[in-house]
C-alpha cells in the first residue's frame, strides 16, 4: 500500500471509494432486510440480528449499546424469536424517542426452562402515570408478545435513574421435547 507507483493514485482512490461503496451498499441491503424480516432471522439467527439492531442504534441514535447473549447459539422456536426481535425493537424505538439516555445493555439468557430479555437504559425514567397510560401501544404490544408465548413483561423505571424492560418467557414445552427424536415410541 505504501508503495503506490506515481499516476497510480487515483486509482488507488478509485479503489477505496469503490469499496466504501459496497459497504454502504450492503449496509442499506441489510437494513432493508432487517426491516422486512422473511427469513432474515431463520437465516442469521436472533443473537446476530440483536447484535445488528444494537450496532445499528448506536450508530443512528449515538447512545451507547452492549448486549450480552449466552449462549450465544440460542435455540428458540423462529416464531418467538420474532416476537423477541419486536420487543427489542420496540424498546430502542422508545430509547431513542423518550429516554435521554447515554447507555442501554440489552441481555438475553436462555436456560433450559426459560428465556430472559432485559433492555436497560439509564435515562430520565418512566414514571407511573406512563406506564399506565391507555394509548401505550408500544408497551402494551410488547407486554401482548410476553402474554402469547405465557411469559411476562415487567416494566419499571426510577426518575433520573433509568428504565427496564425484562421479559421472560418459560420453555417447560420445549425442554421436556429435547428426547423426542432419540426415542420414536413416545411420539
Ligand atoms: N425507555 C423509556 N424511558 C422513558 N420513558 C419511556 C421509555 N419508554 C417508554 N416511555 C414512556 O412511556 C410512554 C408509552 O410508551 P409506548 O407505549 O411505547 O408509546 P409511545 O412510544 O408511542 O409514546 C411513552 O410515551 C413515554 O412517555
Ligand atoms: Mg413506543
Redesign the pocket.
Known sequence: MNSVPPGQADLLKKAEDSIHLVEMTMETVKRIYMALRPGMLDHLGLAVAIDWLAKDFQKRTGIKCTVSIEPEELRLDADMSFSIYRIVQ?TFT??S???EAGRVTVSLKQSPDRVELVVR?N????TQE?LA?PN?????GIRERAYHWGGEAVIS?KKGQG?TVKVSIPLVEKGKGHEKDSNPDRR
Request: aromatic share 4%; net charge positive; glycine share 20%.
Open positions: 420496540e422508545n430509547i424517542r423518550h429516554a437504559d435515562g430520565k425514567g418512566i406512563q397510560k401505550s401501544y408500544g408497551l402494551l423505571g428504565t
